[in-house]
């Protein structure tokens, strides 16, 4: 065997792109694809193979890919870490129905899942996972290891940046080209949240409009009154 892929995660959001992975390399006989899982206690998901990443790596297959299928963004850059220092070649999937117009950057290892659409200058960085029915309008600018939840409604002119999460059936105002709609470093969008302006690096967000989710680290006059007056 000279092919082997692996996709990076075992369970949930794994098993829904493992047959992404499928379709697109159609040619290959099903004991090329391989699940990957350091803790898994199967040995076996969906009637593929659960290897542990040494034994992939230690699998006598010349040529090892991979895409990696962890919703968590922080370790979805570990893993990547690693893959770059085994000089693992990390794979984009995008399914048979995903859209993709004009003049799209879309860096390495991103997902795109079934009826996910991107418009026109749009710019994504590494390891971007967009769920079903989700959608980039034009002029957006997406950082790296950023998550989209199915049906994420993302309009033109807004910047999210690293690590951001977006939740489930989220709607996010379109900005203008002088003024675009920033989502920060970290910040969390709830599911089903409307954004109508600035969210700050690390912030939770719910509701409609989209307000902070108050918690005990949140919880400071000054937080509060920059956000409501943004």
Do not use: W
């Amino acid at each position: 065997m000279k092919q082997l892929i692996g996709v990076y995660g075992a369970s949930g959001f794994g098993e829904e792109v493992m047959p992404l992975v499928r379709s697109q390399y159609s040619k290959l006989d099903n004991q090329q694809f391989v699940f990957i899982d350091d803790y898994s206690q199967s040995t076996e998901s969906c009637f593929y193979q659960i290897l542990s990443y040494q034994k992939f790596l230690a699998h006598p297959a010349t040529d090892k890919q991979i895409i990696i299928a962890i919703a968590d963004s922080k370790i979805r850059e570990s893993i990547a870490k690693k893959l770059a220092q085994d000089n693992i070649t990390n794979l984009s999937i995008s399914a048979d129905s995903s859209t993709i117009l004009g003049n799209v950057e879309l860096g390495e290892g991103s997902i795109l899942c079934g009826n996910t659409y991107l418009t026109s200058r749009i710019k994504i960085g590494k390891f971007f996972h967009a769920n079903i029915y989700s959608y980039v309008a034009h002029d957006c600018v997406i950082g790296d290891y950023v998550t989209f939840a199915p049906r994420v409604s993302c309009n033109g002119n807004v910047h999210i940046h690293d690590h951001a999460y977006i939740g489930t059936g989220a709607v996010i105002k379109q900005g203008t080209p002088n003024k675009p709609l920033v989502i920060g470093k970290g910040a969390i969008v709830g599911m089903g949240a409307v954004v109508t302006k600035d969210v700050p690096a690390g912030a939770v967000v719910i509701g409609n409009p989209a307000r902070p989710l108050v918690r005990q680290e949140y919880q400071t006059n000054n937080y509060l009154n920059e956000y409501q007056a943004s």
